[in-house]
């Protein structure tokens, strides 16, 4: 059975980091496309930065510069460093693993609330 399982959200200032963490169970990070997505409520979720199995990385506009996504292959987990954190990052994170055939698979998510 697949698994991903986030970690590392919570309430942080303007201004501030944190380091999200997805870890997978019953697949290899490492030969999947690994993502991390956000959702506020209301609104759909949108995709936040991507590493690849050969580890090219790319990342939405709004967070170029500021988030860092990672991967630790002997952990089987993926990061997604966040920093310099803005009001409008708030949002529920999640991991997103992606495989060929429309094979993908989800965590369940973690909470990031930005504010002062």
């Known amino acids: 059975q697949v698994q991903l399982v986030e970690s590392g959200g919570g309430l942080v200032q303007p201004g501030g980091s944190l380091r999200l963490s997805c870890t997978a169970s019953?697949?290899?990070?490492?030969?999947?496309?690994m993502g991390w997505y956000r959702q506020v409520p209301g609104k759909e979720r949108e995709w936040v930065a991507s590493v690849t199995s050969d580890g090219s990385t790319v990342y939405q506009d709004s967070v170029k510069g500021r988030f860092t996504i990672s991967r630790d292959n002997a952990k089987n987990t993926v990061y997604l460093q966040t920093d310099n954190l803005k009001s409008e990052d708030t949002a529920v994170y999640y991991c997103?693993?992606?495989?060929?055939?429309?094979?993908?698979?989800w965590g369940k998510g973690t909470l990031v609330t930005v504010s002062s």
């Open positions: 997103k693993a992606s495989y060929r055939f429309g094979i993908h698979y």
């Open positions: 019953g697949i290899i990070v490492n030969d999947y496309a």
